[in-house]
Each structure stands twice: as structure tokens, then as C-alpha cells.
């Protein structure tokens, strides 16, 4: 007795007889706790088999009130330890979820304790074959999740221990607790971010060491984090999804719908780092070629592209529209049975504020559109869109119809939507777009074929055929039918033709858009696309109806307009050396009306009006009567919309009475703007 007295401090010994009751309460615990370790001492080699007895009263000590207690707790357990070794690995995780609440313990003194507690317990571990990985992880699992900052050091301590250990496989347990070292990457301080990148490093290098590894668990926890809020976590994730695209294989084919969800955002990250090697990934997974009898899922892909193509971030649009491009170039098949739930997303980023995307968007739509039956949809759902939205068609109806002209042949295009807008109900949409459609095919680089194939209209039967095609639309525009005629060039048939739309005009044709559509006709005269008809004003004898036409324009245009300024200097201009005899005669005519007006001139008496009425199979006194029966539509509607405008005027009145300081409105036939500059209504901005 006197020998176990001795192992208890004197100030135990004192505490046991104090008048106290928790005095004497936490004594009992002390002294009991020291003696039990004495008691593992002496008992030495057969310790061992009293552990049952032993341990449990000593781990129960560590969840008491008083630190005191607790500090005995851990120093008995640590002799305890010392004599037992390996034997007391059973009980493992109960002093492992010890530890860990005692590394954040408030006694700084405790927390000491703990720590040599700590590395001794870790040592008997790595020498130990009894060791169980199995039934550890769940525990390790569930404390990952705990945010205290000592307690996140002391787990990522115990990884790094174990994984060190040749003989306990933490790698293939690494999914368990990937997240948990992930979430401590996010950590204010900067030791433990530091401890976690360190450990999840080498876990990488693991991997890539490794031949077997479950690469699907960890590959959905590493999407979740790439879009995490803190970059070093971004970054780090990234970096292993980049690593596991290289190595998984097989593995990650069920994943790759995912691993996109997550790539694509990053490849617009604000940060370079995380940016360049999203980019790398993103090339990287594109060129891997899958078969979907692989498991490669088309449909999902598809579903991530078409979802990410509404993203704020303009390169990670353009990633996916590369994407939808891929899949069609190698699964088209597969990706046509989805285009039912990708074309109205894709027709929606026709209107993008990127030019980049909006080009890519239409290698797209071009690339679906290699069938009949997808152009025909395509074109019909982008009239559809430039009917509902007319800003599209002003800011992008014109690089998105040259660029489809580029990738789907002009001519097929332009024939298309002639056919379409032919039968169009909405008239007035339909005279902006034949407006738009002829400025386009007027002044755009990408369209001279089709300018060349119409200028032989009355010569090649192709020409001939586009020609009649785009007439039976262009006829909802005044100025674009007439433009229609002034390229076709041929010397009596087109020319004339031209003259009689001009005088087939009446008065509510006299409007001002149709004036602004003339003023932009005069100024495309001046440019080089109309160089040839300035040319043959040269020879004013073989093209008289080129000049009755133009001088007919010259009557309709208002003298204070700046356009009736640029084609009367332009006409002045015909060298009277070129006229010879009776032309001489007949020219001076025409000039001699550049004031009084075309119709002066008797047309009995026009030496000009003998061509023929059908020429190469175009019934020009039919297609006249086609521009008048379709311009007489668009005068009803007019009046039915005037009409429905004075009702609604005279709605108005009855119910307040007239100011009668309100000034007057501009009758509809007022005088266009005279520059050049200023656009009407649904003209497009080039």
C-alpha cells in the first residue's frame, strides 16, 4: 500500500479528505487514474489481458468537466499505451474520437497532454499489423466534416500518417474523405490549407502511379468543387479533373456529361490559372472519340451544351457551341434525334451579343442544315425570329444571313427565303425583310456570285431561274424590285421593265419609306457593285431605258433631298460625245427632262418601247402585273391600318377634349431625312 501511495501526488492524496464533495469527487478520479496506470506498469507482460478493465475508465475520464481530470486521463492512457503497445489497437477508435476532441481542447495544458498522447498512439499504429482501415474510415469520414481548425490539423495529421504506411491502402479508400480535404483547402488558416494541398498532391501522385482506382466516386465530388467559390479550391480541382481525363479512361465515359458541367465554366474563369488548364481539359476530353455503344451518352452531352449556351460568360458559350459542332461532325445521327430539345435554345443565341457566338451559331445551324428537311426548318424558324424580333434582323440580320450564304450555298438561301416571304401574311414585315434581304445582296462581298448570276438572268437559265424567284418577293418592295432590275442589266428587257414598275407607282406608293428606300438605292448607285450601269451610261443609245429609269427615280425624289442632288450631277455627267444621230437627238431629249419630268415624253413616240414583252421564257407584262397585285395588298392594309388608327384617334378625342396648343403630326407622306445616314425602319446597319 505504501508503494501505490507513493505513485499518488501529495496534493491527491490531500484532495481525497477535503470537505468538498467535488474536491474529493475529482481527487478520486485522479488517484484513480494514476493507479490504474501504475497498476498497467506493474502488471507489465500481462497488462494485456486486463485491458478490458483497464482502458474503458481511463476514455471515460476524457469527457470530464475538469481539465485536470482530463490531463490524467491522457497521461495514465499514455503509460498504459507504453506497456501494452499494439495489444490496445482495439480500442482505436474510441481513443481516436478521443483525441480528436481533445486537440481542441480549451486547457492549453490538456491540449498538450493530448499531443503526446497523439504521436505515441500514431507510432503503435504504423508498427501495427492488427490495425483495421476498414473499420476506421467511417469514423474519419464523419469527422472530416467537423470545422474546428485543430481538429482539421489532427485528421489531416492522422491521413498523412496512414498514408505513409506501406501496408494500409488509404488510396482506395480516398473517395471516403476527398471531400473533407477539399472543404479544408477553403480554410482561414493558412497552415491548414497548406497541410490539405500537401496531402491531397501526394494522394495525386498516387493515382497516377496506380493502376486501379476508383476514378467515378471521386469524379463526382470534383465537379461539385470546381465550382466552388474559393479559387484555390477551383484550381485544385481542375487540375485533378485534368489529371483524370488523361488517365481515366473507360472509367470516366459515364462521367463526361459531368466533367463538361464543370469544365465549361471554368475555361471563363477570372483567374488565368484555372482558365488555362479548363481550356486544357476541355481539348483534351473533345478529343477523346467515344462511341455511344461504349456508354458515351450524346443525349447528356448535348443536355450541358444546351444549358451552358445560357451562360453570362461568353467563352464558355462558344465552348459549348464547339461542342454541339463536335457531336454533330462525329454522332450526327444521335445528336439530330435530340434536335428537338437544342434547336430553340440554339435559334435564341442567334440573337447573342457576342459576334464570335452568333458565328458559331450559324456553323451550327449550317451544319444541321446539310438535310432538306433541316434547312427548310432552319429558315423558316429564322424568318419566324426576324418577324418577332425586327432589332435581330436591323443589328444581325446581316451577318447572319451572309454568313449562312458563306456555309449553305447563296443562291439556296436566297431562294428559300423567297419562296417563304412570297407567301408572307404579315406584309409589313415582309417588305423590311425583302428590304434587308436586297441591301445584303447588294453590297455584301460574300453574295458577287449570286450578283454575277443575276446580271446574266436573260441569258443563263440558272440565272433566269433566281431572277423569277427573288421577284416574286422582292415584289413587297417598290425600290428593291427596282434595284432587282437595275442588276440584271440587260439592255432593253430588265431596264424597261424597270421603267414601267417606276410608272406604275401611284400615289400611296409615294410614302416615305418607300422615299427612303430610294435614297438608299442613289447612293448604292455611287458605289462599286453599280459601276457597270455607270459604265454603260456611256452609251446612252443602247441604254436608253437605263437612263429613262434612272431619270424617272430623279422625278420621284424631292429636289431639297441630297439623293436627287447625287443622281442629277450623276446624269449631267453623260458625255454628249457618245450620243451619234438619231440617238443624238433622242438623248438630248431625255436630258432636256431632267426637269420637266419622264412623263412629258409621249410614249408613242419613245423610240425605246418596241422591245418585246417576254424574253428567255420572263413574261414581263405577267411579272408587272404580280408587283401590282401585290403592291395593291400592301395599299389595303395600309388603309386598313390608317383606318385603325383614326378610330382609335376618335376614341381618344371623346374622351378628352383637344389641346389646342398640341402641335400637328407629319402627314405619312412627309419628306424622308436628306442624309443618307439616317435609316427607316427595319433597314439594316452594315
Not at 482501415?133 to 485543430?150: D, G, H, T, Y
Not at 488517365?247 to 469544365?263: E, S, T
Not at 488565368?272 to 455511344?292: S, W
Not at 456508354?295 to 464558355?316: C, M, N, P, Q
Amino acid at each position: 500500500m505504501a508503494d501505490g501511495l507513493t505513485v499518488i501526488p501529495a496534493s491527491v492524496l490531500r484532495n481525497l479528505s477535503d470537505k468538498l464533495y467535488e474536491k474529493r469527487k475529482n481527487a478520486a478520479l485522479e488517484g484513480g487514474l494514476i493507479g490504474l496506470a501504475a497498476a498497467t506498469v506493474a502488471l507489465s507482460s500481462e497488462a494485456s489481458q486486463h485491458l478490458e478493465q483497464i482502458v474503458p475508465p481511463v476514455l471515460n475520464s476524457f469527457s470530464d468537466q475538469d481539465s485536470r481530470v482530463r490531463y490524467y486521463a491522457c497521461e495514465a492512457l499514455y503509460n498504459i499505451a507504453k506497456i501494452v503497445r499494439g495489444d490496445f489497437i482495439v480500442f482505436f477508435n474510441q481513443i481516436f474520437d478521443a483525441l480528436c476532441k481533445l486537440s481542441a481542447d480549451s486547457d492549453a495544458n490538456v491540449q498538450n497532454a493530448a499531443h503526446l498522447l497523439d504521436r505515441l498512439v500514431k507510432d503503435i499504429v504504423t508498427e501495427s499489423d492488427q490495425f483495421s482501415i476498414e473499420e476506421f474510415i467511417p469514423l474519419l469520414r464523419e469527422r472530416m466534416s467537423v470545422l474546428n481548425p485543430f481538429v482539421r490539423q489532427f485528421l489531416v495529421g492522422w491521413i498523412t500518417v496512414l498514408d505513409s504506411v506501406p501496408d494500409i491502402d488509404m488510396l482506395g479508400f480516398l473517395p471516403d474523405f476527398l471531400d473533407g480535404l477539399f472543404n479544408m483547402l477553403s480554410d482561414s488558416s493558412h497552415e491548414i490549407r497548406q497541410q490539405a494541398d500537401s496531402a491531397l498532391s501526394e494522394f495525386l501522385q498516387e493515382i497516377k502511379n496506380s493502376p486501379s482506382v476508383d476514378y467515378g466516386r471521386m469524379t463526382e465530388i470534383l465537379v461539385q468543387r470546381a465550382a466552388s467559390l474559393d479559387e484555390f479550391t477551383r484550381l485544385t480541382a481542375i487540375t485533378w479533373i485534368n489529371e483524370f481525363v488523361k488517365l481515366g479512361g473507360d472509367q470516366l465515359v459515364p462521367y463526361y456529361a459531368d466533367i463538361l458541367g464543370a469544365i465549361l465554366p471554368c475555361t471563363s474563369d477570372r483567374e488565368e490559372k484555372i482558365r488555362a488548364v479548363a481550356r486544357e481539359t476541355n481539348d483534351e476530353l473533345r478529343g477523346i472519340k467515344t462511341d455511344p455503344t461504349e456508354g458515351f451518352d450524346v443525349g447528356a452531352i448535348l443536355s450541358v451544351a444546351r444549358r451552358h449556351l445560357s451562360s453570362e460568360l461568353e467563352t464558355t458559350r462558344i465552348e459549348a457551341l464547339n461542342w454541339i459542332l463536335t457531336l454533330l461532325n462525329r454522332h450526327r445521327t444521335e445528336v439530330l434525334s435530340f434536335l428537338n430539345d437544342i434547336f430553340d435554345t440554339l435559334l435564341k443565341a442567334l440573337s447573342d451579343r457576342s459576334d464570335e457566338v452568333v458565328l458559331l451559331v450559324l456553323d451550327v445551324h449550317a451544319c444541321i442544315a446539310k438535310d432538306d428537311k433541316h434547312f427548310h426548318h432552319l429558315i423558316v424558324y429564322l424568318v419566324q425570329n426576324f418577324r418577332v424580333d425586327h432589332s435581330l434582323l436591323e443589328k444581325r440580320g446581316a451577318l447572319i444571313i451572309r454568313r449562312l450564304c458563306v456555309l449553305l450555298h447563296a443562291e439556296t438561301v436566297y431562294r428559300k427565303l423567297s419562296t417563304i416571304l412570297e407567301g408572307e401574311s404579315d406584309l409589313d414585315f415582309a417588305s423590311i425583310m425583302v428590304q434587308a434581304l436586297n441591301l445584303i445582296l447588294l453590297t455584301s462581298t460574300e453574295l458577287s456570285d449570286l450578283r454575277d448570276l443575276l446580271k446574266q438572268s436573260m441569258f443563263n437559265d440558272a440565272g433566269k431561274k433566281l431572277f423569277l424567284s427573288l421577284y416574286a418577293s422582292w415584289c413587297h418592295s417598290p425600290g428593291a424590285i427596282i434595284s432587282l432590275c437595275l442588276l440584271a442589266q440587260i439592255v432593253l428587257q430588265t431596264y424597261q421593265h424597270a421603267c414601267s414598275i417606276i410608272q406604275s407607282l401611284v400615289e400611296e406608293d409615294i410614302n416615305v419609306k418607300f422615299l427612303v428606300q430610294l435614297d438608299k438605292l442613289i447612293h448604292l448607285v455611287e458605289t462599286p457593285t453599280f459601276a457597270y450601269l455607270r459604265l454603260q451610261l456611256l452609251e446612252p443609245q443602247r441604254y436608253m431605258w437605263l437612263l429613262k429609269a434612272l431619270y424617272g427615280l430623279l422625278m420621284l425624289l424631292p429636289q431639297q433631298s441630297l439623293a436627287f442632288k447625287i443622281l442629277r450631277t450623276r446624269l449631267k455627267t453623260v458625255p454628249p460625245y457618245s450620243f451619234s444621230g438619231e440617238q443624238i437627238s433622242s438623248g438630248s431629249a431625255l436630258l432636256e427632262a431632267n426637269y420637266m419630268g419622264i412623263s412629258q415624253i409621249s410614249e408613242d413616240g419613245d423610240p425605246f418601247h418596241d422591245s418585246p414583252n417576254v424574253y428567255n421564257g420572263i413574261n414581263f407584262i405577267s411579272r408587272l402585273q404580280q408587283f401590282k397585285h401585290i403592291q395593291q395588298q400592301h395599299h389595303m392594309h395600309s388603309k386598313l391600318q390608317a383606318q385603325s388608327r383614326c378610330n382609335s384617334s376618335s376614341a381618344k378625342e371623346v374622351q378628352r377634349p383637344e389641346d389646342p396648343e398640341q402641335p400637328s403630326l407629319a402627314p405619312d407622306n412627309s419628306l424622308p431625312p436628306s442624309r443618307s445616314s439616317r435609316r427607316g425602319p427595319g433597314q439594316l446597319q452594315l
